[in-house]
């Protein structure tokens, strides 16, 4: 057998589309085989039809993982790795939560030193809870880029990134100017965008610590670098609304100060998006934008309750982000489980299904790499889960009682978290975490 390949034999998981959208979203298959290549899926399918394709040397060698579950590596849509120090920060609201803790930490970003330090110990997080990739902040200091690429790129991940942009409204130790942060933007783009798997991303940190002018400069590096991403917040909080208005009088609304810009598209990720009117929804639908909801956030720091009904009316993407720190987990599945909560808050059902779609091929599609990553199709880069749906007490009890899958599903989403995550695998291997 080529010591490139791997057969894994077990439960199955993935979706093939959106749940919420068309039947037969997700597939199922008790006894599947998966058959991994190059780190990536050579075939995945019940065992009976893909043995056939194997010799008996290969499924001599075939992992058995029966009493398991494999699944995609989940997406992270919205998080910052420089707070991870400050995750379950107490007693503030947003934009007082800025102010006390956040800014105070990202100051110390520019010492590369302590970006590779924190950004190891972020990386270690996200993969002991299964996520294997994600759109991340960094801070205003270019260090804090090289030092989370470096780490990313040590671990072959896929990972999103990029140096924050704020010129106003926050203290010296955390501003650039218009100019100096389209500089090293530029520097930073060319010196990561499409390394390995790793892509940039143009980060304004929302639009009350950018002036016009910077916004623009990020509308004109998107515009010299196809390809790469743009990350920030939208409408998140009713005083950052009110602040917004009051910044940028001549806009429509928050998300035209964005549109203005130029800074709208197909890779376009806004994070939050809770108080929205109908003309931003539309907006964010014409334009191919996504929206990461993040919702261990909007409860942590008193945000809103998203509405999760409304943006799908307008057939917007949509993601899931844990947004640490402001959110209060890094598990994807602790993330899904506040999603339940807060759609039950609003009378909406939100199925396991289309949670799990959202922190799998849905996330894929908001970062528009669903031809790369997010399900088990043939020729995806093989970044992957082996979830222990026993793996408490309290679990093993439950489960016992779970009569199908999407039962299943939805226990390990409300009662799981990186106790579950048996195994996370990049580009068909192991790692250690
Ligand atoms: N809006 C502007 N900056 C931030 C941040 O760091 N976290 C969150 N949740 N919202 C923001
Ligand atoms: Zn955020």
């Keep these: 057998m080529n010591t490139n390949e791997r057969l894994l034999r077990g439960p199955v998981l993935h979706c093939l589309s959106e749940p919420d959208k ?16 190059d780190g990536k899926v050579a075939a995945c399918g019940p065992y009976a039809q893909v043995s056939k394709q194997c010799y008996a040397q290969q499924l001599a060698m075939v992992e058995d993982h029966s009493d398991k579950l494999m699944v995609p590596g989940f997406v992270d849509c919205h998080v910052h790795y420089p707070q991870t120090e400050m995750i379950a920060a107490y007693g503030t609201q947003l934009l007082d939560w800025l102010n006390t803790y956040t800014f105070p930490v990202e100051a110390q970003f520019g010492d590369l030193a302590k970006a590779e330090q924190v950004a190891e110990v972020f990386l270690q997080e996200l993969l002991r809870n299964g996520t294997t990739t994600a759109l991340v902040f960094c801070t205003v200091h270019p260090e804090s880029v090289d030092g989370f ?3 990313a790129q040590a671990k072959h991940l896929r990972m999103i990134a990029g140096k924050v ?5 926050a203290p010296e130790a955390v501003l650039d100017t218009a100019e100096t942060g389209y500089q090293q933007s530029k520097q930073l783009i060319e010196k990561w965008h499409g390394v390995d798997r790793l892509q940039y991303a143009v980060t304004p940190r929302f639009a009350p610590t950018s002036t016009a002018q910077q916004l623009t400069l990020a509308g004109q590096l ?21 602040w917004v208005k009051a910044l940028f009088p001549e806009a429509d ?3 035209d100060v ?5 800074l709208l598209g197909r890779r376009s990720v806004l994070a939050h998006g809770i108080h929205l009117c109908e003309e931003q929804c539309q907006r964010l639908h014409d334009t191919g934008s996504a929206i990461a909801h993040c919702p261990t956030s909007n409860l942590f720091i008193g945000s809103g309750l998203f509405p999760l009904r409304q943006l799908q009316a307008f057939d917007i993407n949509i993601g899931m982000g844990t947004d640490v720190g ?3 987990s890094f598990s994807m599945l602790q993330t899904l489980s506040e999603a339940y909560k807060i759609q039950q808050l609003q009378d909406v059902n939100l199925s396991p299904e289309q949670a799990f779609y959202m922190a799998t091929l849905g996330g894929a599609k908001a970062l528009d790499i669903e031809d790369k990553i997010g399900n088990f199709e043939v020729g995806k880069e093989a970044d992957f889960l082996i979830l222990d749906p026993q793996a408490t007490p309290l679990l093993k009890f439950r489960q ?14 409300t009662l799981g978290d990186d106790r579950v995550i048996w195994q996370t695998n990049i580009l068909g291997q192991p790692v250690t975490y």
């Design 22 to 37: 068309s039947q037969g979203a997700i597939e199922y298959i008790d006894d599947a085989l998966l058959y991994l290549q």
């Design 149 to 151: 690429f470096n780490q």
């Design 165 to 169: 942009l704020m010129d106003r409204n």
């Design 222 to 242: 998107l515009a010299q670098y196809p390809g790469v991403y743009l990350h920030t917040h939208l409408s998140e909080n009713k005083d950052e609304i009110a």
């Design 253 to 255: 609304n928050y998300l």
């Design 258 to 262: 964005y549109d203005q810009a130029g």
């Design 326 to 328: 402001g959110g209060s």
């Design 400 to 413: 016992a009682h779970s009569n199908n899958w999407r039962e299943q599903l939805f226990v390990l989403q």
